[in-house]
């Protein structure tokens, strides 16, 4: 999967916002919180860091490639360092789940907020 999908991915989401931060980091946000970290290496990817389910946890981290992410929340994110370790459509789908959670987790009054506007 290829940055620009990746990013098409991840910006289709509603509110979404992205900055270049922790050097050469991608962080796609919604409302402040990041639910998508892509580390770059000039314009190729050097990975990518999702919020995934507990439950989704040791499933994903037994595939080659895919790892705990450093630095953030034990068993709730992940990093895949190997981006053809799962399908295309699979990483899709992770990003949307990622985005999800980080909504839920939101005050009820940002997600009412982020559904009216």
Do not use: N
């Not at 098409?8 to 946000?29: C, D, M, N, R, Y």
């Not at 999702?50 to 037994?62: G, S, V, W, Y």
């Not at 981006?83 to 987790?105: C, F, G, M, N, Q």
């Amino acid at each position: 999967m290829r940055l620009h999908a990746i990013r098409s991915v991840a910006l289709s989401q509603p509110h979404t916002t992205v900055i270049k931060q922790w050097g050469e980091h991608l962080v796609f946000k919604v409302a402040g919180k990041m639910f998508l970290i892509v580390g770059l290496d000039g314009e190729l990817i050097d990975g990518l860091t999702i919020k995934c389910l507990p439950a989704e946890f040791d499933a994903l981290t037994e595939i080659d490639g895919v790892t705990q992410a450093p630095y953030c929340a034990k068993r709730h994110w992940v990093r895949v360092g190997d981006l053809t370790a799962l399908p295309a459509p699979e990483l899709d789908r992770l990003i949307r789940r990622s985005y999800d959670l980080v909504i839920a987790k939101l005050p009820k009054k940002t997600q009412a907020a982020l559904r009216r506007t």
